[in-house]
């Protein structure tokens, strides 16, 4: 469908404005505090070029080893560099390989979640490859792939999606087995729809609540994990600072200094922490069984 | 209802021809058929109904007919011809391009028979530019048309409505208009009214009677409701265990039952003209598919059966014009 004719259907706008469930949401306790928390890092790890006071690089040995302060809010490293700088790039790391994982995740584990549980030849191959992948330990499996694939921020993004797109790919199956017997699936074949037009626009279309549910918590899930793997020295160049990074150079400092791993485990924390809020809210709302009216 | 001109639609060929129809089903690793060795014809712009209760094979005739049986189903032999060529033979991309452009479907649950994430406009428009060369914006004219001929006030304000927006009887009216949006030769209802209130399904019987007109279309309509077949069909097939029991037009099955199925049925229609105290039932139930009777599938629970009837499948013999019943008795109980 062109944008032209998108733009000349009616009823769009209706469609913009928030519906019902967008009000539901707003209303809901967890979402929002959810919202507000994984809001707040996101915008500030999206601001990190403007408003970090220094360069995260930036060494100064002179000011080695500060004490969290006035003028170094978060403390300094053992090479003097700032720890505001620091967590706010990590954040921007930690938070887009997040974002890719998630993005690996909606696009692999929709097609293979809806050709499981569409085509029914299909489900017993795919669904045994599944559960292979997910009989491993989700960090060791990752551990194993990042240490075969050598550290960098690509080999983490793909350690992650082949974790946890089975488990993505399963949620997904399961929806599209339970909305493929609808009624309004078969009064669609009976209009003379074909599979693409059933799975695109008839089937997908309903399983978008799960979806996101799953994607919110996969997100949180892909930031612990990818701190794990960095911890363990297999995440990104040490030069490019993610938390989990942060948390690994601090660890030999960490009588001393403990500064240098409670903050980005903390902002790890509140991350982690608003996404879950965040998933179990649109969970609460958009989770068909607790729909009662509509 | 004036009694249809029989002779007429059988002078032609049929519309739609079932012949010899058996679906058999697989489970728990047994086949079994759910309808046995059916036939009927429709006549073009005939309304056939399909009396039986659950389990009978009338639901399943429907869905063979459309190919769209569920996935352990299966058709074991027979023909399903619609307007000449054999459905069955299709290749899958043409039985697709045939439902919903020649032969429409409703069914029994309005509530949950049309998509809650797309408006009914979007789920009409998509049926018609899926069907025929039509811009968006020409499909959407005939989508306001259509709802207004099913007799949805301000049609064009409510094709912006999702189904939730709607009520039971309105929605059910949009899968009527959906299913008639390409003018199909042939409806298929399957039970249309029995999920509306009393009020409702009169209303949509009467406006499913002036659309077949106007549209003259053939219905083929499935209920276990006399009264919808009293009011609406042309002739009558009453199905019994995955077979037709008895065919005949509207009125002499009524009025002259030939097979006791048929008859119990009717005695236990509850009639407002009747003083009677209780309902009138048929003792028993329907036998189970999977080890039907030998012979006549009704005979365990016929009152008057004979020796003969367990032991072949009795044939569907006339007993009228247009009348059969698959009774070895039907001849003395019509007389």
């Keep these: ?294 | 209802m004036t009694p249809p001109l029989l002779s007429a639609p059988l002078l032609s060929a049929p519309l739609l021809s079932v012949r010899d129809l058996t679906v058999t089903f697989r489970a728990e690793g047994r086949t079994q058929a759910a309808v046995d060795r059916v036939g009927f014809d429709v006549a073009a712009g005939e309304v056939l109904g399909i009396v039986g209760e659950s389990g009978s094979g009338k639901s399943v005739t429907a869905l063979a007919v459309m190919g769209l049986l569920p996935a352990n189903g299966r058709v074991a032999s027979g023909e399903i011809l619609f307007e000449g060529t054999d459905l069955l033979r299709l290749p899958a991309r043409k039985m697709r391009d045939l439902r919903g452009r020649r032969i429409g479907m409703i069914f029994q649950e309005p509530m949950t028979s049309l998509n809650p994430v797309f408006t009914i406009g979007d789920q009409i428009v998509e049926t018609i530019v899926h069907h025929e060369r039509l811009g968006r914006r020409a499909a959407r004219e005939r989508a306001v048309d259509m709802l207004a001929r099913v007799g949805i006030p301000s049609a064009r304000r409510r094709l912006d409505d999702y189904p939730h927006q709607m009520s039971g009887g309105m929605r059910q009216r949009v899968m009527i208009a959906m299913a008639l949006a390409c003018s199909p030769r042939l409806l298929l209802a399957d039970e249309p009214t029995t999920a509306l209130d009393v009020t409702i399904q009169a209303q949509l019987l009467d406006l499913l009677n002036d659309l077949r007109r106007e549209f003259g279309m053939a219905v083929v309509v499935i209920t276990h409701n006399m009264g919808v077949i009293a009011e609406f069909a042309d002739r009558v097939a009453v199905f019994y265990a995955g077979r037709v029991a008895e065919e005949a037009p509207v009125e002499p099955l009524f009025d002259r039952p030939a097979h006791p199925y048929t008859r119990g049925l009717l005695a236990s229609t509850p009639r407002l003209d009747a003083d009677a105290e209780r309902l009138v039932t048929i003792p028993g139930a329907m036998p189970n598919i999977a080890a039907p009777p030998p012979g006549c599938r009704f005979a365990p629970r016929c009152g008057v059966k004979v020796e003969a009837c367990e032991a072949d499948r009795p044939p569907l013999v006339a007993v009228g014009d247009g009348h059969r019943a698959a009774c070895i008795r039907a001849g003395e109980a019509a007389a």
Excluded at chain 1, 35 to 55: E, K, Q, R
Excluded at chain 1, 178 to 200: H, S
Excluded at chain 1, 209 to 216: G, R, Y
Excluded at chain 1, 230 to 248: D, K, N, Q
Aim: positive net charge; contains cysteine; hydrophobic residues 55%.
């Design chain 1, 1 to 294: 469908m062109s944008a032209a004719d998108l733009a000349g259907r009616p009823g769009l706008l209706a469609r913009l404005t928030p519906g019902p469930a967008v009000r539901r949401l707003l209303r809901n306790r967890a979402f929002v505090a959810g919202l507000l928390l994984f809001g707040t890092v996101a915008i500030l790890a999206l601001l990190a070029p403007w408003i970090s006071p220094t360069d995260p690089n930036r060494m100064a040995v002179r000011f080695r080893f500060r004490e969290p302060s006035w003028d170094f809010p978060f403390g300094t490293d053992n090479l003097g560099r700032n720890m505001v700088s620091r967590v706010l790039w990590g954040g921007r790391l930690s938070l887009e390989i997040g974002l890719w994982v998630v993005m690996l995740n909606a696009v692999f584990g929709v097609v293979l979640g809806a050709a499981a549980g569409y085509f029914r030849r299909l489900d017993g191959p795919l669904m045994r490859i599944a559960d292979a992948l997910m009989a491993f330990p989700a960090v060791l499996l990752a551990i194993g792939i990042a240490a075969a694939l050598g550290p960098s921020v690509a080999t983490v993004v793909i350690a992650l999606s082949v974790v946890y797109v089975p488990r993505t790919a399963r949620v997904l199956r399961a929806s599209v087995m339970v909305v493929r017997e609808q009624d309004y699936v078969q009064a669609a074949r009976a209009a003379g729809a074909g599979d693409g037009r059933i799975l695109f626009r008839h089937i997908l279309p309903n399983c978008m609540a799960p979806l996101i549910v799953q994607l919110s918590f996969v997100f949180a899930y892909a930031i612990l994990s990818e701190a794990v793997l960095s911890f363990l020295g297999l995440g990104a160049a040490p030069t490019t600072p993610s938390w989990g990074i942060l948390i690994a150079e601090g660890r030999s400092y960490i009588r001393e200094a403990a500064w240098l791993t409670v903050v980005p485990g903390v902002a790890i924390a509140t991350t982690v922490l608003g996404l879950n809020l965040l998933g179990d809210g649109l969970r609460d709302v958009l989770d068909p069984r607790l729909k009662v009216d509509a």
